[in-house]
């Protein structure tokens, strides 16, 4: 199995929420880490390990974001960390797989199901800083990914709410999650890539004896 690293600038997570019975509203969080275990040739034994840091909520409004940074929503002064480890999967599709693990959030954890979607990898350039200048580390293999989950916000303790005309409420329970996450492979066993190898020579010496 390869062991890969979430590459921070380019993961995201975002979340969408009712509003006042009518719309919704959008929001992200930057600063996703983590590590993955997975590949693509064996994706039932994959897992994952992944934090966010809860104080960097982003919807383009101050006073809304600092609000959902308060002890009414995630209580990020007591609560830093959104995290995610699951290693339980279940292969939905060529490239669909079902993760199930442990959210937690505001120190409560529940089980989820994360709709995983695998992108594909390519060989990329990467540069790495030192001493204030950009080095050439690459290539490196690259990995997307997208994941999507639904979860009941009360069950994770986040509860304020507010009225409005005739018994509305101003924040929706259910919150729609989705992870764009771009991996970088930090090392395969050799185990993995012997197999590989030998898979691709026998291809090649198939091919020759057509």
């Known amino acids: 199995m390869a062991t890969w690293f ?45 934090t966010i840091d809860a ?11 600092a609000h959902l940074r308060s002890a009414d929503f995630l209580d990020v002064e007591n609560h830093p960390r959104i995290t995610f480890k699951g290693n339980q ?3 939905a599709g060529a490239r669909d797989y079902i993760l199930r693990g442990a959210l937690t959030i505001r120190g409560v ?13 390519w060989l990329t350039p990467w540069w790495e800083e030192e001493g204030g200048k950009w080095v050439d580390k690459g290539p490196k293999v690259r990995a997307g990914f997208v994941a999507k989950t639904r979860i009941n ?16 409420v ?21 185990g993995a890539r012997e197999a590989k190898l030998d898979a691709g ?10």
């Not at 916000?153 to 509305?168: A, C, E």
Request: hydrophobic share 35%; proline share 3%; glycine share 10%.
């Open 6 to 50: 979430f590459e921070p600038g380019h993961t995201a997570a975002m979340f969408c929420a009712r509003h006042m019975m009518v719309t919704y509203v959008r929001g992200h969080f930057k600063n996703v880490s983590g590590s993955l275990v997975f590949d693509p040739e064996n994706p039932g034994q994959s897992s994952a390990e992944v």
């Open 55 to 65: 104080g960097t909520i982003w919807t383009g409004q101050p006073q809304r974001d």
């Open 201 to 210: 020579a026998s291809a090649a010496k198939q091919g020759a004896n057509v």
């Open 89 to 91: 999967v279940e292969v």
């Open 170 to 190: 101003v924040v929706g329970n259910t919150i729609d999650i989705t992870i764009d996450a771009e991996a970088i492979l930090e090392r395969q066993d050799d």
């Open 109 to 121: 954890s529940r089980e989820v199901e994360l709709n995983v979607s695998y992108l594909g990898q």
């Open 153 to 168: 916000r009360h069950d994770f303790g986040v509860s304020w709410n507010d009225v409005v005309d005739k018994g509305g």
